[in-house]
């Protein structure tokens, strides 16, 4: 019995973890831009399209995006199905078959399109939402920390993967230096042709799927959905109880609805007081059906702003290097940017999901977005400064894009609870579809009348629409009144709640007044111990 109590003590971090792991292989989504100049400089000049260009080869990561936005839908439902292992193991693996099959198909643009954008984006985005989804389930009042060290690994993929990349490629540092031709619109840009570069860029394509793939078989394993009694909703503003009761050895005790307190390996890790939002089942009192946040007014106002935000991340993923080229000649210095923008990528998820758990949802998002808009505009003005300013200012830029894939999650589960969280976060993401779309055709279309700095000035004015929106979501406090709102008397009231719990415990005769006693601390004695937590 207490082997197994402890097991369940620990079980919630190795869930973490292995969630954390199979979001490091799903986060080479975030390479591309270090790979899209060896992939264009050898379609360029091995491949069947001597004109492609870098604004052509973004179609690979805009279908990529496509595919795992509505890959999203489709991993949600299955999680409901075949639990969050299967279903993460089925997405990366099928990930990491696509990478390995752009061995045979680099050459060619369209097949690439296929193949590392294709299948690539519809095996991340059916192993990308369960992980996340599971973690929370696990810490119902911590939701936002759960998820964001969960998907901090998408964030941090790129620190390994893009050194992995550019040394097996371009270990020597030789410079891009075939010039753009006439017929080429922006003259700036340089494609690599050192025969031994050209030769490696297929080989990295198995050596990636071999290291994916392991990895993901060890984090899947690690991966399963919690019991019922620890899956329950999290206690309201209004419950003084523990979340989960006392009784039974295997069951976590959350010591009350603002804190939560582990006994792990003889260290006892505290957070600090969260937020009274981030305590509800969700602003409509109760997990809503998938039908009914549809029907809500939220649902398209919270797919707006990620359509609005997400354009932010798609051009910078895509073009930092290419941009970085115009006026940085070395590749390990570009590819060194890229490696120390990840771990940027990463910690902002874990920070802005502790930030909305502190103070929820929209001051976080608002802050972020305020941060984001500065750095746009001033990103373009870096290449007139020199490319230290470039260093600066490309991590501080994955810092802001990164929280958004902590926050998105967040808000979607705080919004309509936890019940078909992953299946509603892959309808809100299915907004990436228009918003690569958007990107891919601006990028192809625009980038010859504006250039980059007109590019970014776009993103920036998309940035400040979708803060403008976030201003209509509702404050944390309040409770949405809707036609979806269940009826007054099928509520439960505190009282008859609590009435209920000393009934349980006046029947049970193996829990004794003493240990009654001590599980049901007073509200009180409850606040003082939030008080002293110290965040």
């Known amino acids: 019995m207490a082997r197994s109590s402890e097991l369940m003590r620990v079980r919630p971090w190795l869930v973490m973890f292995g969630g954390l792991l199979t979001h490091l292989t799903l986060g080479s989504y975030y390479t591309f831009g270090n790979m899209s100049p060896y992939i264009t400089s050898y379609i360029r000049l091995r491949g069947n399209q001597p004109d492609a260009t870098f604004g052509a080869a973004i179609w690979i990561y805009t279908v990529q995006i496509m595919g795992m936005s509505v890959a999203m839908i489709f991993g949600g439902y299955l999680g409901e199905k075949l639990g969050s292992r299967w279903t993460t193991m089925i997405g990366?693996?099928?990930?990491?078959?696509?990478v390995a099959l752009s061995y045979y198909t680099c050459h060619d643009l369209y097949l690439m399109m296929l193949t590392y954008g294709l299948m690539v984006g519809v095996g991340t985005g059916i192993g990308y939402t369960n992980p996340l989804t599971?973690?929370?389930?696990?810490?119902?009042?911590?939701?936002?920390?759960?998820?964001?060290?969960?998907?901090?690994?998408?964030?941090?993929g790129s620190t390994i993967f893009t050194q992995v990349q550019t040394i097996f490629i371009n270990p020597e540092d030789i410079p891009a230096s075939l010039p753009s031709t006439e017929s080429d619109c922006i003259q700036t840009e340089k494609y690599f042709d050192d025969k031994d570069v050209l030769d490696r860029v297929p080989q990295v394509f198995l050596v990636l799927a071999g290291v994916y793939a392991g990895m993901q078989i060890i984090g899947c394993l690690l991966i399963a959905d919690p019991p019922e009694n620890v899956a329950r909703k999290p206690a309201t503003e209004t419950e003084s109880a523990p979340l989960l009761s006392a009784k039974g050895s295997d069951t976590i005790v959350l010591e009350e609805h603002y804190q939560i307190d582990f006994t792990l390996f003889?260290?006892?890790?505290?957070?600090?007081?969260?937020?009274?939002?981030?305590?509800?089942?969700s602003l409509f009192g109760?997990?809503?059906?998938?039908?009914?946040?549809?029907?809500?007014y939220l649902f398209p106002l919270l797919w707006v702003t990620f359509l609005f935000n997400g354009q932010a991340t798609v051009y910078l993923v895509n073009s930092y290097k290419t941009f970085g080229q115009t006026f940085i000649s070395s590749d390990h210095f570009l590819a060194n940017v890229g490696t120390a923008s990840s771990p940027m990528n990463a910690v902002t998820r874990i920070f802005w999901g502790v930030v909305a758990d502190r103070y929820s949802y929209k001051p976080a998002m608002l802050t972020l977005g305020s941060m984001c808009t500065v750095l746009l505009i001033l990103y373009y003005f870096t290449s007139f400064v020199n490319h230290y300013a470039y260093a600066i200012c490309t991590p501080a830029l994955f810092f802001c894009i990164g929280g958004n894939y902590s926050l998105w999650p967040f808000v979607t589960t705080s919004t309509f609870g936890p019940a078909h969280a992953a299946f509603l976060y892959g309808l809100l993401f299915s907004s990436q579809i228009v918003g690569g779309m958007v990107a891919a055709?601006?990028?192809?279309?625009?980038?010859c009348a504006i250039g980059y700095g007109g590019l970014f000035a776009l993103c920036t004015g998309l940035q400040v629409l979708s803060m403008l929106l976030t201003v209509l979501y509702p404050d944390p406090a309040q409770r949405v009144q809707t036609e979806v709102d269940l009826p007054v008397s099928h509520t439960p009231s505190a009282a008859a709640a609590a009435a209920a719990a000393a009934a349980a415990a006046a029947d049970d005769p193996t829990v004794d007044g003493a240990e009654h006693s001590g599980t049901f601390a007073s509200s009180t004695e409850q606040q003082d111990a939030v008080e002293s937590t110290h965040f």
């Open 286 to 296: 109760r997990s809503l059906s998938v039908k009914e946040a549809i029907r809500t």
């Open 266 to 281: 003889k260290w006892r890790f505290k957070l600090g007081k969260i937020h009274e939002a981030s305590t509800k089942e």
């Open 92 to 98: 990366s693996l099928l990930m990491s078959a696509g």
């Open 441 to 447: 055709l601006a990028h192809t279309q625009l980038t």
């Open 134 to 156: 599971c973690a929370m389930k696990w810490l119902p009042n911590h939701r936002g920390m759960a998820s964001g060290i969960v998907v901090s690994g998408f964030g941090a």
